[in-house]
Nanobody, 125 residues
């Protein structure tokens, strides 16, 4: 049974940093591409970042490029999202996700089959 569990969210002031973690079980991150998405209040869920199964290739939404970094540590079967220079408009629930086909790296929500429960990130001005 696949399980994705996010952690690391919280309240931070604008300009601050947070690191989100996504602990995976039931699927080996060494063979899976992964993604991060977020959903702000009253808005649709949107793509944030993705990483290829090899970890070599990464993709980012324009709004977070240069501030966020996605990575994974296969030995811990954990996905990360380092978020720096946070802004109030980064406030959202953040979700990690695994695709339907393990080696598919995608920026599209519909290509992801497994989802975590989400972790709240709140950035105050």
């Amino acid at each position: 049974q696949v399980q994705l569990v996010e952690s690391g969210g919280g309240l931070v002031q604008a300009g601050g940093s947070l690191r989100l973690s996504c602990a995976a079980s039931g699927l080996p991150l060494s063979t899976f591409a992964m993604g991060w998405f977020r959903q702000a209040p009253g808005k649709e869920r949107e793509f944030v970042a993705a990483i290829s199964y090899s970890g070599v290739d990464t993709y980012y939404a324009d709004s977070v490029k240069g501030r966020f970094t996605i990575s994974k540590l296969n030995a811990k079967n954990t996905l990360y999202l380092q978020m720096n220079n946070l802004r109030p408009d980064d406030t959202a629930v953040y979700y990690c996700a695994a695709p339907d086909f393990p080696r598919r790296t995608s920026t599209y929500e519909y290509n992801y089959r497994y989802w975590g429960q989400g972790t709240q990130v709140t950035v105050s001005s």
